[in-house]
Nanobody
Framework: QVQLVESGGGLVQAGESLRLSCAAS????????MGWFRQAPGKEREFVAS????????TYADSVKGRFTISRDNAKNTVYLQMNSLKPEDTAVYSC?????????????????????WGQGTQVTVSS
């Protein structure tokens, strides 16, 4: 079992930055890819970023590439999402997710079905 708790959301103005954190429980965190997804009101959940369990590879949605950075600290069981140059269209509930236990395969995943555990989410609101 892996439990995920996000923090760091809030209300910011366009152009500002936020750093989201996702703290994980459980001993298999370091063997799971991690991802961030978001869901805006009235829209479907969408992929934001993913990081392999080694931290050696990352993948981003085109809409956030160059502005967001995903990272992880396996010693702290935590994954981060640094969000810079925020735009009003980034407003959403951001959730982190833990991938399936695959200790022999270091990869990133963009589809929700590849993730086994989900956090409750944290609200990010960007005003114009």
């Amino acid at each position: 079992q892996v439990q995920l708790v996000e923090s760091g959301g809030g209300l910011v103005q366009a152009g500002e930055s936020l750093r989201l954190s996702c703290a994980a429980s459980g001993r298999t965190f370091s063997s799971r890819a991690m991802g961030w997804f978001r869901q805006a009101p009235g829209k479907e959940r969408e992929f934001v970023a993913s990081i392999a369990y080694t931290g050696s590879s990352t993948t981003y949605a085109d809409s956030v590439k160059g502005r967001f950075t995903i990272s992880r600290d396996n010693a702290k069981n935590t994954v981060y999402l640094q969000m810079n140059s925020l735009k009003p269209e980034d407003t959403a509930v951001y959730s982190c997710a833990a991938g399936k236990f695959r200790p022999l395969l270091s990869s990133t995943y963009t589809e929700g079905k590849e993730y086994e555990y989900w956090g409750q989410g944290t609200q990010v609101t960007v005003s114009s």
